[in-house]
């Protein structure tokens, strides 16, 4: 069993940035972890995505913009978010997956303005 805990939601304009964390607790063996994020009347999409060896890849949307990086010391993950745009504006959510296991945190608000 794996359990997450988002933080760093909030609110920024147009060209901002911010920064979400994921803290990871649990079963962390091999364990892959990646951000979606869903916005009002679309469905949930991936954003990042790091495996457990360190390879990262990023939605085109967000690619330059967003990096996401691991501390396994620490178990969380996190979302650098910058050059934010209005239509970033989602609920981001932490995710961990191994074989066919995913895991879900309970999501953080991003908002960003015109």
């Known amino acids: 069993q794996v359990q997450l805990v988002e933080s760093g939601g909030g609110s920024v304009q147009a060209g901002g940035s911010l920064r979400l964390s994921c803290a990871a607790s649990?079963?962390?063996?091999?364990?892959?972890m990646d951000w979606y994020r869903q916005a009002p009347g679309k469905q949930r999409e991936l954003v990042a995505v790091i495996t457990s060896d360190g390879s990262t890849n990023y939605a085109d949307s967000v690619k330059g913009r967003f990096t996401i990086s691991g501390d396994s010391a620490k178990n969380t993950v996190v979302l650098q978010m910058n050059s934010l745009k209005p239509e970033d504006t989602a609920v981001y959510y932490c995710s961990a997956y191994r074989g066919l296991l995913r895991y879900w945190g309970q999501g953080t608000q991003v908002t960003v303005s015109a």
């Open positions: 649990g079963n962390m063996f091999s364990l892959n």
